[in-house]
Nanobody, 122 residues
């Protein structure tokens, strides 16, 4: 079992940067693959970035966002640069036990955090 807790969200202006974190805890926290998803009002939850040995990014964030992981602390990070109003969403941390070829599909994930809100104004 894994518990996920996100933090670091906030309200920023377009072009600003923000770094959010996800802390994983529980008996199997060190044995899961992790990813970031986001969901804006009225839209489906979409994969943003995944850490699965190698990394995957959604096309919309490539070149602007960077995912990283501190394995010793079981903490996942998302550095978000050049933020746009379109990035406004609730950002969720997710974890799964099984490796896959398509790590940005939400149905593959077993555990979810409660989310941290990121709001970007123009």
């Amino acid at each position: 079992q894994v518990q996920l807790t996100e933090s670091g969200g906030g309200s920023v202006q377009a072009g600003d940067s923000l770094k959010i974190s996800c802390s994983a805890s529980g008996p199997t926290a060190s044995r899961v693959w992790m990813a970031w998803f986001r969901q804006a009002p009225g839209k489906e939850r979409e994969g943003v970035a995944a850490f699965q040995g190698d990394i995957s990014y959604a096309d919309s964030v490539k070149g602007r966002f960077t995912i990283s992981k501190d394995n010793a602390e079981n903490t996942l990070y998302l550095q978000m640069n050049s933020l746009k109003p379109e990035d406004t969403a609730m950002y969720y941390c997710a974890a799964k036990t099984r490796w896959s070829y398509l790590p940005l599909r939400r149905f593959e994930y077993d555990y979810w955090g409660q989310g941290t809100q990121v709001s970007v104004s123009s």
